[in-house]
């Protein structure tokens, strides 16, 4: 597609159940990155996949949060057991390699999560 | 390590006057630098990106940025601000070598353009 895509675009939740969040990349992207938004707050890392290279996980706040990535398309966030703590912006970004990493990184417009 | 300082949270201006949002960094070795603007509830939009050669970049709505490799700088600029400018503004860096090839990203700052 012509953008990065995410959805849904809102989710609400009951606390305690599990969410997916999917991100479908600009084609030809190799590497992703997931980010959350709290409200009012900046950015902070989650994941990061390059290829099919092993993704880096050092942003995952806890085991509760994982993601996935076929091959270089498709990326699954995967939130369990969430908690009202996790109410946030869910944001997507794809970037060609980042051999030089002067790249430009595009983001989705963002998946919504409020869990009550 | 590198990190990314937006020091004001709020800039307002008036309509018609210059603009300025500050960002400084730090990072090991050479730094690529960018802008974003964030409208509210949307994504991020990419504005302007500093790779190398000339220190003042241009981008997209008018916006530019002037890259000081001594201030280790590189504030977001625009001649005459438009109302429509309001908007959250997000610096990030990303490291050329020695760091890692995931940005980091600011904290924000909130622009308010008064009619």
């Given at each position: 597609g012509a953008g990065v895509s995410q959805s849904p675009s809102n989710k609400v939740t009951e606390k305690g159940k599990d969410v997916e969040l999917r991100c479908d990349p600009i084609s030809g992207h190799t590497a992703l990155y997931w980010y959350r938004q709290r409200l009012g707050q900046g950015l902070e890392f989650l994941i990061y996949f390059q290829?099919?290279?092993?993704?880096?996980?050092?942003?995952?706040?806890?085991?509760r949060f994982s993601a996935e990535r076929t091959g270089e398309s498709v990326s699954t966030l995967t939130i369990q057991?969430?908690?009202?703590?996790?109410?946030a912006v869910y944001l997507c970004a794809s970037s060609l390699t980042?051999?030089?990493?002067?790249n430009t990184i595009y983001f989705g417009e963002g998946s919504w999560l409020t869990v009550v | 390590a590198q990190s990314v300082a937006q020091p004001e949270d709020q800039v307002n201006v008036a309509e018609g006057n210059p603009l300025t949002v500050k960002c400084t960094y730090s990072v090991s070795g050479n730094p690529y630098l960018f802008w974003y603007v964030q409208y509210p509830n949307r994504g991020l939009q990419f504005l302007l990106k500093y790779?190398?050669?000339?220190n003042l970049v241009k981008g997209s709505y008018g916006f530019e940025a002037e890259f000081n490799k001594s201030q280790t700088s590189f504030h977001l600029k625009k001649p005459s601000a438009l109302v429509s400018d309001s908007a959250l503004y997000f610096c990030a860096v990303r490291a050329?070598?020695?760091?890692?090839?995931?940005p980091t990203f600011g904290r924000g700052t909130s622009l308010i353009v008064h009619p």
């Open positions: 290829g099919n290279s092993a993704p880096d996980k050092s942003g995952l706040p806890s085991d057991r969430t908690q009202q703590e996790d109410s980042p051999a030089g990493s002067g | 790779i190398t050669g000339d050329l070598s020695g760091g890692s090839y995931i």
